[in-house]
């Protein structure tokens, strides 16, 4: 069998080292295909480095642009490469534009494509992800769904046939790293002022929060007024739109202190000593969950529903209410484990096999 994994953001990396490791187990082969979504060095080569995915053998460099412009590029660049390699599944990673390309652009010519991470929903129609997943569990033969209610939301659209539970591979990743640095100490590598528990981890990207001056300048003096010094993961997008309205990230007083994104390792390990995580991504409220710390997404929903059971997660707009989320302690009761056993990897090979 071979199968032919796209991918081009920093979610979906994490999402392919697992698999990309289970596929080496095989006798099947595995061809990888970066569509340069993400080609910042610390959004895309570290990733493959750290996590010991091996190199693309496909790169695209289709780099950044509007939705239409960047999709536009990566379908026209992807039919060449799909009718050379004439796979027997093209698999699909998440919701971002190269889901989206490499579902239509397989569609076209008649390849099978599996979606891993299917199923999910925001129901914010608003949202380019909500579009990209839609089409994409649409389009796809077969969804790998990552937990019951990603399973339930594709019976109610008719998709149940098509869907399979396997587990959620993020969490495979999450555990092997979460496993590997628990004792290492965070301020070596980061060169940052904190001792373990008395920080918070942020990281803010998405067009709602940074599109609008007022609400990003809100964010900005919220996170700074959260009353816990926040480490802010600073995603390209945050420095740019940033700089372009004169909004400073840096404060004297070392409420904010600003560092580029982390290497997934070092990302677990700076969670792992947190007090808690302040941040609109979706994987980051997921890991954030598995890793026990408290989360505050600044949004109004979620994709990962399960986080909010029991206020480990907690959905808010309203930046003036961080100073008693962000650093507010674990909830007393259990914490549930919806995301699977940490083997999901195993079964995505099993299912595209059988």
């Known amino acids: 069998m071979k199968v032919l994994s796209v991918v081009g953001a920093r979610p979906q990396f994490v999402k392919l080292a ?44 289709v780099g950044s642009g509007s939705h239409g412009v960047q999709t536009g590029a990566m379908l026209s660049a992807l039919d060449a490469v799909l009718d050379e390699h004439r796979p027997d599944w093209v698999l699909v990673y998440g919701d971002t534009n190269s889901t989206l390309a490499g579902t239509l652009s397989a569609v076209k010519m008649h390849l099978p494509v599996a979606h891993l991470e299917a199923g999910l929903r925001s129901f914010n129609r608003r949202m ?133 994104p982390l290497a997934y390792p070092e990302m677990v390990a700076a969670v792992l000593g947190s007090a808690g995580v302040v941040t609109d991504s979706g994987g980051l409220q997921k890991e954030a969950f598995l890793l026990g710390r408290v989360c505050t997404t600044l949004r109004t929903e979620t994709e990962w529903v399960e986080t909010l059971e029991d206020g480990w997660n907690v959905l808010t707009s309203d930046v003036s209410k961080l100073p008693e989320l962000a650093a507010r302690p674990a909830p007393a009761s259990d914490r549930p484990m919806p995301y699977g056993d940490g083997h999901a990897a195993g079964r995505v090979v099993t299912a595209l096999t059988e």
């Open 128 to 260: 380019p992800e909500e579009h990209n997943r839609v089409l994409t569990d649409h389009a796809a033969d077969i969804l790998l769904a990552p937990t019951q209610v990603a399973m339930d939301h594709l019976a109610t659209e008719g998709l149940s046939a098509r869907a399979r539970l396997i587990g959620d591979v993020m969490t495979d990743v999450c555990f092997r790293v979460r496993d590997a640095v628990r004792d290492k100490s965070l301020g070596k590598p980061l060169d940052v002022p904190f001792k373990s528990g008395e920080y918070v981890v942020s990281t803010i990207h998405r067009a709602e929060n940074t599109d609008d001056p007022e609400r990003l300048a809100a964010l900005v003096e919220g996170l700074a007024a959260a009353g816990t010094p926040v480490l802010l993961l600073a995603h390209p997008r945050l420095v740019a739109k940033c700089a372009e309205h004169g909004i400073k990230l840096e404060r004297p007083d070392g409420s904010l202190h600003v560092h580029e």
């Open 18 to 61: 697992p698999v990309a490791e289970a596929f080496a187990a095989t006798d099947h082969e595995h061809v990888i295909v970066h569509t340069g979504q993400h080609y910042d060095k610390n959004m895309s080569d570290v990733f493959f480095a750290d996590l010991r995915i091996p190199d693309p053998d496909v790169h695209l460099g």
